[in-house]
């Protein structure tokens, strides 16, 4: 029987990491995105699918570690002087986000004739926004060290400290709840500020002499153990004191943000936080209770987009009274209109003191997650549907009719490189970007950068290559560097063209387009580095000298080959490190080979060629 327990609980173990593994590339090669995917992937495998789990409960429960290990690394981004610069957005933006639309939900529930105590919890449950999600896409674009990332970040913290006085209210509104006391509710609150600050002073006065002490013992198992007590601790001592199990790892984040085992602490939990955030998503994906859905189908898709829209509404409102711009106002409402994990706390604690029923805490739920499934589909039509922000070019100059003799596009550090022997030559160079910010910063620094799109044929011409000597291609983009390559080559042919090249495959490229001359970005400065490594450990620097032109010599034999015959061509010019044996030397030995026997000099003596 043991053993038959034991295969149920593999199979199922097999089963979230295939649906994981098989959902998530195709969802993310279809463009919309690894969460959708694993919410996918849940709805398939769960209780309502294909039956393999029968109870979603227990591995939410689990999962949710989670999201608690993605906001302790968030905290660790977070030093807490930058935390102190967001408190107008916390306590500010924040508050009034949840306010407005807090009453703006209430109001849909109470126009489809619930009670104002229903209408309340449901609408407040759909206000506290899903951390993992928003986060997650935050951290695919790259955003959440931006500024509009940071303030949606701290409407997040807001909305995890919003749990507390909401199941206070919760408490309230239960029939009977009018008699709890004033008293039992201080405490409460008292109960969690105690335990916020005995996490603050723990993490300023212990955390960094308990790690120094596990550094000294040199386990690297024992600093992960460590590592994972600090995060699941503080997550538990936050949940016993009534706050939501984030907040506690995040602030353990923050406390240990400026320690000097931080990098460590976020190698050793990523590979976690990676694998519970996905779990995490399935187990939302397997809640979804397909049978309440078919039930109350109108009802759900009535509500799911009442409350969508009134959110977004709401937020956008709010971000436009603060007189942020409309696109971050439209984005950030897109990202933050549908309701979180936490909406699935606070339900259950209705449901347990008779404010909601059963189904109705199981259609609520329906809702969030239905919620959190279209947010993804969402940010793609809003991406599809909204105009690319334009620049204004307030105080920059656009390309026209510059006479330089050599053209420069692209003027990031590369570029700005390169201008300078052309200039203390006393050459006319002519610059264009299309960064405006570039341009801008440029200017402070002494350089005349003209605004222009080098793949744009128009914007060549009104920027003198038909009568330059030369063009410098210095973009960092491999296809934009080759799209402007062709296109000079095409209307300019005798015109000298040099590129910077991205890679080994751009350089093939560029090659193919017909460019004069290409320097991979990073292949010169790379043979100085080694060679100065060489140096360090004591070589002659002729001999370092002899090996690095060894190096460029046999690159360029490599890249001679790759030309004829494709990328993967040339291996037998690499030096490898694992022994393989090379059948022809990869360079001419300096020292001719010397007989240490009689039996030797005979063998040498016969291959030596005749004179």
């Known amino acids: 029987m043991a053993a038959e327990a034991s295969g149920s609980d593999l199979v199922q173990v097999v089963a979230l990491l295939a649906a994981g593994v098989v959902a998530v590339p195709i969802f993310k090669r279809m463009g919309l995105g690894s969460i959708l995917g694993?919410?996918?992937?849940?709805?398939?495998?769960?209780?309502?699918?294909?039956?393999?789990?029968s109870e979603s409960e227990a591995i939410l429960h689990v999962a949710e570690l989670g999201v608690v290990m993605f906001l302790f690394i968030i905290g660790l981004e977070m030093q807490p002087s930058r935390l102190w610069g967001l408190r107008r957005e916390i306590f500010g933006l924040g508050a009034l986000q949840v306010g407005v639309c807090a009453l703006l939900l209430t109001a849909v529930g109470m126009a489809g004739g619930f009670p104002i105590a229903q209408s309340f919890v449901a609408g407040a449950g759909f206000v506290l926004t899903s951390t993992a999600i928003v986060?997650?896409?935050?951290?695919?674009?790259?955003?959440?060290?931006?500024?509009?990332g940071q303030r949606i970040v701290?409407?997040?913290?807001?909305?995890?400290?919003?749990?507390?006085?909401?199941?206070?209210?919760?408490?309230?509104?239960?029939?009977?709840?009018?008699d709890t006391s004033l008293s039992e509710r201080l405490t409460e609150v008292g109960i969690g500020l105690a335990a916020i600050v005995g996490l603050v002073v723990a993490g300023r006065y212990l955390l960094n002499p308990f790690f120094r002490i596990l550094a000294?013992?040199?386990?690297?198992?024992v600093m992960t153990a460590a590592a994972l007590l600090v995060v699941l601790g503080s997550a538990l001592a936050m949940q016993l004191s009534?706050?939501?199990?984030a907040m506690g790892a995040f602030l353990a984040g923050v406390l240990l943000s400026e320690s000097t085992f931080r990098h460590q602490l976020e190698a050793d939990i990523e590979p976690f936080r990676g694998i519970l955030l996905g779990l995490f998503f399935l187990a939302v994906g397997m809640s979804l209770d397909l049978h309440?859905?078919?039930?109350?189908?109108?009802?759900?898709?009535?509500?799911?987009?009442?409350?969508m829209v009134m959110k977004a509404f709401g937020?956008?409102?709010?971000?436009?009274?603060?007189?942020?711009?409309?696109?971050?106002?439209?984005?950030?409402?897109?990202?933050?209109?549908?309701?979180?994990?936490?909406?699935?706390?606070?339900?259950?604690?209705?449901?347990?003191?008779?404010?909601?029923?059963?189904?109705?805490?199981?259609?609520?739920t329906a809702i969030v997650i239905i919620s959190m499934v279209l947010t993804p589909l969402a940010i793609i039509a809003l991406r599809y549907l909204t105009p690319r922000d334009e620049q204004s070019l307030d105080g920059v100059d656009v390309a026209d009719g510059l006479t330089g003799s050599v053209l420069i596009i692209g003027f990031g550090r590369f570029g700005q490189i390169a201008s300078q022997p052309l200039l203390l030559r006393g050459i006319d160079v002519s610059i264009i970007d299309n960064d405006v910010e570039m341009i801008q910063a440029a200017a402070d620094f002494g350089f005349k950068v003209y605004y222009g799109d080098g793949t744009r044929l128009d914007i060549l011409h009104a920027a003198g290559a038909g009568r330059a000597r030369a063009v410098l291609i210095c973009v960092d983009k491999a296809d934009v560097a080759v799209r402007i390559a062709q296109l000079i080559k095409a209307e300019f042919p005798l015109l000298t063209v040099l590129a910077r090249a991205f890679d080994r495959g751009t350089a093939l490229q560029l090659i193919r387009a017909g460019v004069d001359y290409q320097l991979r970005e990073t292949f010169e400065s790379a043979l100085v580095f080694g060679g100065s490594a060489l140096e360090s450990l004591g070589v002659d620097p002729e001999d370092v000298a002899e090996t690095i032109e060894d190096?460029?010599?046999?690159?360029?034999?490599?890249?001679?080959?790759?030309?004829?015959?494709?990328?993967?061509a040339g291996q037998r010019f690499l030096r490898g490190n694992i022994g393989t044996p090379i059948p022809t030397p990869l360079s001419t030995p300096r020292r001719p080979g010397q007989a240490l026997n009689e039996e030797t000099a005979g063998v040498l003596h016969k291959s030596e060629p005749a004179d």
């Open 38 to 53: 694993y919410l996918a992937a849940g709805v398939v495998i769960g209780p309502f699918g294909l039956g393999v789990f």
């Open 135 to 148: 986060m997650q896409l935050l951290e695919e674009r790259g955003e959440i060290a931006a500024p509009k």
């Open 154 to 178: 701290s409407v997040l913290l807001l909305e995890d400290l919003a749990i507390v006085p909401l199941l206070a209210l919760i408490a309230f509104l239960a029939p009977g709840g009018a």
């Open 216 to 221: 000294d013992a040199r386990a690297r198992e």
């Open 242 to 245: 009534g706050l939501s199990m």
């Open 292 to 307: 309440v859905v078919a039930a109350n189908w109108r009802l759900i898709a009535i509500y799911v987009v009442a409350y």
């Open 315 to 364: 937020i956008y409102i709010v971000a436009r009274i603060l007189k942020t711009s409309h696109r971050e106002a439209l984005e950030r409402a897109v990202f933050m209109a549908q309701g979180g994990e936490f909406a699935f706390v606070l339900y259950s604690a209705a449901a347990a003191v008779g404010i909601i029923d059963g189904n109705a805490n199981a259609t609520l």
């Open 551 to 568: 190096v460029r010599r046999r690159d360029t034999d490599r890249f001679e080959t790759q030309l004829a015959e494709g990328i993967r």
